[in-house]
């Protein structure tokens, strides 16, 4: 009914950047909060950045200053500006999306990942 689908990933060199997008798609009736998680091998999943529908924003304190979530409700998309980048930060970056549906179901929506590369 609801899908996000991840793009931007990719490899770069330490200091580097990149900018993910998530959109999401289906029988919305309204988007609530969004935002990104990752997840390093070995590791759990972490929250990165999360997005409210009014643009307030809070990340974590590992990407704070570097990393900046943004957000555009026409289009059903956030996105993940990460600047600074250290291998640390190699993960599959995964979009997260609470929806609220056309048959008024609150859903929790995750994408596929897109998968980051630090290289030192």
């Known amino acids: 009914q609801v899908q996000v689908v991840e793009s931007g990933g990719g490899s770069v060199q330490a200091g580097g950047s990149l900018r993910l997008s998530c959109a999401a798609s289906?029988?919305?009736?309204?988007?609530?909060?969004m935002g990104w998680y990752r997840q390093a091998p070995g590791n759990q999943r972490e929250l990165v950045a999360v997005?409210?529908?009014?643009?307030?924003?809070d990340y974590a304190g590992s990407v704070q200053g570097r990393f900046t979530i943004a957000r555009d409700n026409a289009k059903k998309t956030i996105y993940l500006q990460l600047n600074s980048l250290q291998p640390e930060d190699s993960a599959v970056y995964y979009c997260?999306?609470?929806?609220?549906?056309?048959?008024?179901?609150?859903?929790?929506?995750w994408g596929q990942g897109t998968l980051v590369t630090v290289s030192r």
């Open positions: 997260n999306a609470v929806a609220f549906t056309t048959r008024l179901e609150r859903l929790e929506v």
């Open positions: 289906g029988s919305i009736l309204r988007l609530d909060n």
């Open positions: 997005i409210n529908t009014v643009g307030y924003a």
